[in-house]
């Protein structure tokens, strides 16, 4: 059974950074086409990033610029830098993996941006 867990998440002042993992399971990491989500209080989840087999990455507009998302395939891991964080970016992110029939989410992370 695949599963991805997150880390990294914490509290991070305006303007801070943080990075967040999301280490797979299984021997089939380099073949997901995998991104981050995210979830505000009160609100429905939305597309952070995403990033391809290839590596060929999109990114929505309200993080263009600011996130970077990469992935490492040897470690089984994909990464989400944040940069120049706002308070709008509370949320817990989730990472998402698809492939075939496989469509696995992990449990989440808090990022909370405050002052």
């Known amino acids: 059974q695949v599963q991805f867990v997150e880390s990294g998440g914490g509290l991070v002042q305006p303007g801070g950074s943080l990075r967040l993992s999301c280490v797979g399971s299984?021997?089939?990491?380099?073949?997901?086409?995998m991104g981050w989500y995210r979830q505000a209080p009160g609100k429905e989840r939305e597309l952070v990033a995403t990033?391809?087999?290839?590596?060929?990455?999109n990114y929505a507009d309200s993080v263009k610029g600011r996130f970077t998302i990469f992935r490492d395939n040897a470690k089984n891991t994909l990464y989400l830098q944040m940069n120049s964080l706002k308070i709008e970016d509370t949320a817990v992110y989730y990472c998402?993996?698809?492939?075939?029939?496989?469509?696995?989410w992990g449990q989440g992370t808090l990022v909370t941006v405050s002052s």
């Open positions: 998402n993996a698809q492939w075939n029939d496989l469509d696995v």
């Open positions: 299984g021997s089939i990491f380099s073949m997901f086409f």
């Open positions: 990033i391809t087999s290839g590596s060929s990455v």
